[in-house]
């Protein structure tokens, strides 16, 4: 568990990057920090493994000050990704992920076997690229060495400062399902940077949306979709987070049966949300059919409550 309470970060030239921060990120959270440029997201994160001191308030890892901890075995159980890719450039691939193995010690057949591991995980072949030097890598592989290395020996914590931005859609999307198949397998404590809205919503369990060094809202990628707390949310998620919105299943907007016209045809269980709310445009009221079987019904109603977010979920009526 990470807690900041009452965080507040001032540079030596007076800006505040950081401002009475206070939040916790439990154990095993995928947690997902998004905001403007210069909204002090590298600020905070850094700020966990201590390449950056608060100037007020406390950041605790599992109850203990940050401060409190052997700065070497701090940053050793925590794995950093960060913003710019910064591979060593001397050193081969294979060298690269070992540095904090090899720091804690392993011997090097469990360094190769490790390294071969997630070289194979992103997709690179071991073979091939274990001894080849940074600069003999593309922008993008070198960003995937960055993620790997980061993970290499094991950290219970991992902080990834825009991860993926140089990454092509594709090795993007893959990667990202890497890093979810690898907490769920191994519940680590993710604490993750983007700009991009659908990346947030997709990785997140949750969201902290951040604006001059304060954080907005703290939620889930749902309720943030359904009920941003000011314009300025809304405006960043934006169109492509309603998108997302859209792209789910109609079960959460079915109702008990009700009474419908028997000739209504129905709408498919399997349907999606967008095919949904077409029909809804001209019907108040669709059957949902699932196995041959009228399982309820989709209202023009219910569709828009879900979208809305309840009025009562928001505490007004
Ligand atoms: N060493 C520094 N000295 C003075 N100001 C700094 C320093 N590092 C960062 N800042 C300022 O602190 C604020 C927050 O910076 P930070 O790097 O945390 O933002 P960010 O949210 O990570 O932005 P980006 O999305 O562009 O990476 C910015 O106004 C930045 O100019
Ligand atoms: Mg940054």
């Avoid at 090899?102 to 390294?115: D, P, V």
């Avoid at 902080?159 to 890497?178: G, H």
């Avoid at 707390?229 to 008990?256: C, H, M, T, Y």
Wanted: charged share 30%.
């Amino acid at each position: 568990m990470i807690r900041f309470e009452n965080v507040t970060k001032v540079y030596k030239d007076g800006t505040k990057a950081v401002n009475a921060l206070d939040l916790t990120i439990e154990k095993g959270e995928f947690f997902v920090f998004i905001g403007p440029s210069g909204c002090g997201k590298t600020t905070t994160m850094k700020m966990i493994n201590r390449l950056i001191d608060a100037t007020d308030g406390t950041v605790s890892i599992d109850g203990k000050n940050v401060h409190d901890y052997d700065i070497h075995e701090l940053r050793w159980n925590i794995g950093y990704v960060l913003q710019q890719i910064a591979l060593f450039p001397h050193m081969t691939i294979e060298e690269n992920i070992a540095i904090v193995p090899e720091l804690r010690g392993w011997n090097a057949e469990k360094i190769r076997k490790r390294t071969d591991e997630l070289l194979e995980m992103v997709g690179l072949d071991p073979d091939t690229y274990r001894t080849r030097k940074p600069n003999e890598l593309s922008g993008g592989q070198q960003q995937r060495i960055g993620v790997i290395r980061a993970l290499a020996a094991d950290p219970d914590i991992i902080l990834m400062d825009e991860p993926f931005s140089a990454l092509d859609p594709i090795s993007r999307e893959k990667l990202q399902q890497d890093i979810i198949d690898l907490q769920k397998r191994i519940h680590k404590t993710i604490v993750f940077v983007t700009h991009d809205m659908q990346e947030a919503l997709a990785l997140g369990d949750r969201i902290c949306v951040m604006k001059d060094g304060e954080a907005v809202q703290i939620d889930t990628p749902e309720a943030l979709v359904r009920r941003p707390a000011s314009d300025f949310v809304k405006e960043f998620i934006g169109n492509r987070g309603q998108a997302a919105v859209l792209e789910g299943s109609i079960e959460p907007w079915i109702r008990p049966l009700q009474e419908t016209d028997p000739l209504k045809k129905p709408i498919s269980f399997t349907a999606d949300r967008k095919e949904a709310l077409q029909r809804l445009v001209t019907e108040d009221m669709i059957p949902v059919e699932r196995n041959g079987q009228i399982v309820g019904t989709i209202t023009r109603e219910s569709a828009v409550q879900f979208l809305a977010g309840r009025a009562e979920e928001r505490g007004r009526v």
